[in-house]
């Protein structure tokens, strides 16, 4: 029976975890959940999400045509931290038991390792989801001009986000391996990852 390693990835904004991702999926063809976009597809999918959320928010959380209404979602997370925690928990338990479901899959189908990619890995409770957690840190000068240059947006308003995440030092605290991009070649610590991996397996 294979039994299948589930591989956590996070990293603070502009470590450059998407790409890191994306390159171990191409090199090692590891199959990758990525914890955002499936959390946008749950909101709209899971009948019990819509339930909670549209009772928390208001029938205005979806549109006529069913989908999230994106900026009375973003007013009322921004409003206040304590809306925030409210969405989160009701969120986050459903993207754990999605994981779970999805590397059960993975299994099924002959899948040695499997990636979760997740920004707030550890905030959201993830941890008990993955068997090994691999953190992307960047020096924070080039993590800020990558941020603002991918989302379009201000040094303030980027260093407000980077601010209101872990720090490096917080995720290392409960990583098993960092990876550390900083513009050189990263296949030489994909390659000694990949050995960690098959040493767990």
């Not at 390659?191 to 767990?200: K, N, P, V």
């Amino acid at each position: 029976m294979n039994s299948g390693l589930v591989c956590g990835l996070t990293g603070g904004i502009g470590s450059g975890k998407s790409y890191v991702a994306r390159l171990l999926h191409t090199l090692y063809n590891i199959p990758v959940y990525d914890c955002d976009r499936e959390a946008r597809r749950l909101m709209v999918e899971s009948d019990t999400i819509r339930r909670r959320l549209a009772a928390l928010i208001g029938p205005e959380a979806y549109t006529a045509d069913g989908q999230l209404c994106k900026p009375v979602i973003a007013r009322y997370l921004f409003a206040s931290p304590q809306h925030a925690t409210q969405v989160n928990a009701i969120v986050h338990p459903a993207v754990k038991a999605d994981i779970r479901s999805w590397a059960e899959q993975q299994r099924q189908a002959g899948a040695s390792y499997m990636l979760v990619e997740s920004a707030i890995l550890v905030e959201a409770g993830f941890l008990d989801a993955v068997d090994f957690v691999v953190a992307v840190e960047a020096p924070e000068e080039l993590r800020l001009e990558r941020a603002m240059q991918r989302d379009n947006s201000t040094a303030q308003q980027t260093r407000q986000r980077m601010d209101s995440q872990l720090t490096d030092a917080q995720r290392r605290a409960h990583s098993h391996f960092i990876i550390t991009n900083d513009g050189q070649p990263l296949q030489p610590q994909l390659q000694a990852l990949m050995q960690q991996l098959q040493a767990r397996l």
